[in-house]
């Protein structure tokens, strides 16, 4: 029988592991590959997957370029949201929603910690930003399917925010409709 009393181990636990897992695989493959267009990329298999890297200076899909400060703040926001929504002990008591929100929060950490400059990366190009400090998201997952879809370069930290967003909405049609207090 899933307790209350087990929620916040969980939740610990997966989101520590989902946010090292994302900044393990950053690291290691803007080790390897250097800073975009430094390296050509790792072909997983042809024209399908590749590992390349990439810096995104938005949010989703590239969008909101040079806006990553707001992110990083909305970012903050959430993780302070979710914090909150599992200190509910009927909350923690749903073991599911417990991981949703885990994998959601180890993403927000990864891609956040990027935002905020830590990995120390400088530009390398173009010419008038050479030698700034980076703040932009890590990115190295590269799916396409020729002439069909080029899928934005992606990360970890980026699936496991699908994921959990996406165990979410599955949650919420599964939810038994609460009990209705008729007089």
């Known amino acids: ?62 969008m909101g370029q040079g806006m990553g400060m707001v992110f990083a703040a909305v970012s903050c926001a959430a993780i302070v949201g979710i914090l909150a929504t599992v200190a509910r002990a009927s909350v923690r008591s749903e073991p599911w929603l417990v991981v949703a929100l885990a994998l959601i929060t180890g993403g927000i950490v990864g891609n956040l910690y990027d935002r905020l400059g830590f990995p120390r990366l400088k530009w390398h190009a173009p010419l008038g930003r050479i030698g700034d400090p980076v703040y932009a998201v890590r990115d190295w997952i590269h799916f396409k399917l020729e002439g069909i879809i080029d899928w934005p370069i992606f990360n970890l930290a980026d699936t496991w925010l699908v994921i959990g967003a996406g165990l979410l909405v599955l949650l919420s049609f599964l939810a038994k409709p609460a009990p209705s207090h008729a007089e």
């Open 1 to 62: 029988m899933w307790t209350a009393s087990r929620g916040w181990p969980l939740f610990t636990a997966i989101s520590v592991a989902a946010a090292a897992l994302d900044l393990g695989t950053k690291s290691w493959l803007f080790a390897r590959l250097g800073m975009p267009g430094e390296k050509g990329p790792i072909v997983l298999a042809p024209n399908v997957l590749m590992l390349e890297t990439n810096l995104n200076e938005g949010a989703l899909f590239g």
